[in-house]
């Protein structure tokens, strides 16, 4: 058999087994695996080290706005080679539909963006106006080109959707084999909170922390599971920060709800002390849901390690810390005047390697499931996150021996800071590929800009009988089919 490239000598780590043996490609698949492979355009020695499915990032903001109109510091450029160097091979970051929005010039303007990025790539929707136009006609067509997933907020009055909306789009995913997204927090909570802190006076970034009580997180998503359990529809909750509502989330799934959650570094790593830094320092921490404390962390990381958890994703939100990011309404301001997120899309993966698989938290197979194979299989993208004969050559290379202490210049984003600087890190990727493409070797870029390509994700495939609610169950509720 003629390979473009093997990469020949490494330790093959998937989802489920760890052994020694080459990898063939050809044409930017996976052609074969084996022992020993011989031949090939092109040898990479892995030199004994691990060989895995890429990273796919699946929660980021890349080229994105929010909703008070602050555009984030990395483009899809930028976004993109910083993710590569994290270990990713493909992202999915978000394309936001503002209100007044049509869905198709939403996808537009993100095309437009994407064309610059070295990793391949797909979206996740963001929707804030589901209009009849949006859920009967441009969401379906959206479906049909194979972006098989949004989000929707319950919190933020510039997009919050509300029950009934959510239960509008979650009906018309449904449908269409579509899975919807959920930033759950109760809006009204949040906002009575932090009409009491203005009111004390109250305003430094260290009260970021309070202002968006667990209660509102967990509350959130018991309400968001059960909007998705009426209509029997697959729910992915992201960033969960509170031992509650990881609790609430490992209990639905155990009873079989067609429920997903992920969790972020940020919360695994850090805690609301970080926001009480002098001066302003903390806003570098300020981020929704915010940082909890460490007694939350340890519980966090036990979901992590006992499958609650489909993926651990960085929410990428890079703000700098300056006039265009974090305080671009001024230095002197209260804390929800603070830009809110933090990046961390080159940092997410080797700090979960360190963190988890290093300090005996995660096994280097439920490293696989957590930062590719499980996004990959959630999202749609049957190509990608295996090393099997058939798929994508999206393939990391990894020095589980190696450290590094964490520095802005590692992350190659367009930020001014990171907030994991000065951390300690063991296993980091060397060698990342796209399609058995170079995309990084050896702290080198080999990729060109525009490398990457959009991946049309298929529809999510349904198993089981799900959750049928007894009033619209036709033999409970005098036939109506509703």
Request: include cysteine.
């Amino acid at each position: 058999m003629q390979f473009d490239t093997v990469i020949h000598g490494g330790t093959l780590v998937t989802s489920s087994d760890v052994a020694r043996g080459d990898i063939g490609i050809r044409d930017g698949r996976i052609v074969a695996v084996a022992e020993n492979l011989s031949g090939g355009d092109a040898r990479i020695d892995a030199g004994g080290r691990l060989v895995m499915p890429g990273g796919i990032e699946a929660h980021a903001h890349i080229a994105q706005e929010s909703s008070s109109g602050v555009m984030g510091a990395d483009d899809y450029l930028s976004g993109s080679v910083a993710a590569a160097f994290g270990g990713n091979s493909s992202f999915i970051p978000f394309a936001a539909q503002h209100r007044g929005q049509s869905v198709d010039d939403v996808i537009a303007t993100y095309d437009a963006r994407a064309a610059r990025s070295v990793i391949d790539y797909s979206y996740h929707l963001i929707i804030t106006d589901p209009s009849e136009a949006v859920l009967q006609d441009q969401l379906p067509r959206a479906f049909a080109r194979g972006i098989t997933s949004f989000k929707v907020f319950m919190t933020y009055d510039m997009m919050n959707i509300g029950d009934g909306g959510m239960l509008d789009i979650l009906s018309v995913a449904r449908d269409h084999g579509a899975i919807t997204m959920v930033h759950a927090e109760n809006n009204d909570m949040v906002k009575w909170m932090n009409g009491r802190l203005a009111r004390a006076g109250l305003v430094a970034p260290k009260y970021h922390a309070i202002s968006r009580p667990e209660l509102a997180e967990e509350e959130a998503i018991n309400r968001a599971i059960s909007l998705a359990k009426l209509v029997d529809a697959p729910l992915f909750i992201v960033h969960v920060s509170t031992a509650g509502g990881a609790a609430i989330v490992q209990r639905e799934i155990l009873a079989g709800t067609r429920l997903f959650a992920e969790t972020c570094p940020q919360y695994l790593a850090f805690t609301r002390d970080d926001l009480d830094r002098p001066g302003m320092e903390g806003a570098k921490f300020v981020c929704s849901p915010p940082l909890r404390d460490a007694a939350t962390q340890a519980a966090l990381w036990q979901h992590v390690k006992s499958g609650t958890f489909t993926s651990v994703s960085s929410d990428h939100a890079p703000y700098r810390y300056d006039e265009t990011g974090k305080f671009i309404k001024g230095r002197d301001i209260p804390y929800p005047q603070i830009s809110n997120g933090m990046p961390g899309i080159a940092a997410r993966l080797p700090y979960l390697f360190s963190e988890g698989v290093v300090k005996g938290r995660i096994s280097l197979q439920q490293f696989v499931s957590l930062s590719s194979t499980n996004a990959a299989r959630t999202f749609g993208m049957t190509d990608k996150g295996s090393l099997a004969p058939g798929m994508d050559a999206d393939i990391a290379i990894w020095d589980p021996e190696a450290t590094r202490v964490m520095s802005l210049q590692d992350q190659h984003d367009n930020m001014d800071y990171t907030p994991f600087e000065g951390l300690e890190l063991t296993g980091l990727p060397e060698t990342v590929m796209t399609r058995g493409a170079l995309i990084t070797h050896k702290g080198r870029l080999i990729a060109k800009e525009g490398q990457g390509k959009f991946v049309p994700r298929a529809p999510m495939r349904l198993l089981g009988d799900g959750y049928l609610a007894k009033e619209r169950d036709p033999a409970q509720n005098f036939g109506a089919q509703i």
